[in-house]
Nanobody
Framework: QMQLEESGGGSVQAADSLTLSCKDS??????????MGWFRQAPGKERELVAD????????YYAESVKDRFTVSRDNRKNTLWLQLSNLRPEDTAVYYC??????????????????WGRGTQVTVSS
């Protein structure tokens, strides 16, 4: 069982940067076997996948809206996932969720619902 907890959200100005963290405190050794991803949900909108990383950390996916601005990374020894957000825009305002895929490959989060979710962290960007 994975227990994912996000941190690092906050209120910033446009063009600022933030780094979100997600740690699996479930106590198991399953983190390294899962693809991991970051979703976000803005008010009145559906939850969307913004970044995805496979179990090795070598392969990543980004939504077009965040490509070249966001960077996803992981450290399997620390059971931790990060999302670096730069050049933030007001439209990036959302609750950001960490999620574990149902398998190790990068495509699992693009094709199926995650196996585990965090509770989310709010990011608010002012113009």
């Amino acid at each position: 069982q994975m227990q994912l907890e996000e941190s690092g959200g906050g209120s910033v100005q446009a063009a600022d940067s933030l780094t979100l963290s997600c740690k699996d405190s479930g106590g198991g050794r399953t983190f390294a076997r899962h693809a991991m991803g970051w979703f976000r949900q803005a008010p009145g909108k559906e939850r969307e996948l913004v970044a995805d990383i496979d179990f090795t950390g070598l392969n990543t996916y980004y939504a077009e809206s965040v490509k070249d601005r966001f960077t996803v990374s992981r450290d399997n020894r620390k059971n931790t996932l990060w999302l670096q957000l730069s050049n933030l825009r007001p439209e990036d305002t959302a609750v950001y969720y960490c999620a574990a895929g149902r398998g190790p490959g990068i495509s699992v989060l693009l094709t199926a619902q995650p196996a585990f979710w965090g509770r989310g962290t709010q990011v608010t960007v002012s113009s």
